[in-house]
């Protein structure tokens, strides 16, 4: 069997859990219906699931039960953007964004009581890289400006920030999450981050610290 998928039967020994909380939770839009993937075997038809993907989010599942509902997990992994206005006290308060980013984040959409979700996404994405020494408050402008004009078309989509540099010319792109992006030997890949990962753990910090 192919290594990148993992039967049903392999993964709920696994993990622990049982064919019903499986089945629920696939109900309940915690897992998606089209990781559930049928293939025929030599016993028949078996069921099979990407396995790093099925593997991580039942790893968060069973961590953030306690904490949060069903429904707010499935709204947590939803691809789809929350509507609500952020506090622009939550940022800090919540360790959302640090001051540099936030000073970076004020420069480009100006300043405000709150702040939509979908920007707040953008000034989260700009803390990971900051934070990781990854990328200078110059380069953030840049991005800013990338996530504003183009993340929207995607919206409710897989997609993967690129972030490369060239002769110390830095560029940012958005790839949608099946595309091969392919770049010259030149080119320095600095950073990939898969946007949705990125929106989990924003919602994930906002609801975590709400019910708590």
């Not at 998928?5 to 392999?10: D, H, L, N, T, V």
């Not at 069903?70 to 640090?98: C, H, R, T, W, Y």
């Not at 900051?130 to 110059?138: F, K, P, S, T, V």
């Amino acid at each position: 069997m192919d290594p990148e998928f993992i039967s049903k039967k392999e993964l709920l020994e696994l993990t622990g859990i049982s064919y019903g909380q499986l089945y629920r939770w696939k109900r309940k839009n915690l897992i998606p219906e089209d990781w559930f993937i049928r293939r025929s075997t030599f016993t028949g038809q078996e069921t099979f699931f990407p396995r790093e993907k099925i593997l991580a989010r039942i790893d968060k599942i069973i961590h953030m039960k306690d904490d949060l509902s069903l429904d707010e997990l499935a709204d947590m992994f939803s691809p789809n953007l929350a509507g609500a206005m952020i506090q622009s006290e939550q940022l800090f308060k919540q360790n959302i964004v640090s001051k540099p980013a936030f000073d970076l984040f004020v420069q480009h959409f100006g300043t405000a009581e709150a702040y939509p979700f979908l920007h707040i996404l953008y000034a989260y994405i700009a803390e990971r890289l900051l934070a990781a020494g990854e990328m200078n408050l110059d380069e953030g402008k840049g991005l800013l400006q990338v996530l504003q004009d183009h993340y929207p078309r995607f919206e409710g989509k897989p997609c993967e920030l690129i972030f490369v540099r060239k002769m110390g010319i830095s560029a940012f792109a958005l790839a949608s999450g099946a595309a091969e992006v392919c770049f010259d030997s030149s080119v320095k890949v600095v950073s990939r981050l898969n946007v949705a990962s990125c929106l989990e753990e924003l919602k994930a910090k906002l609801q975590l610290k709400q019910g708590g």
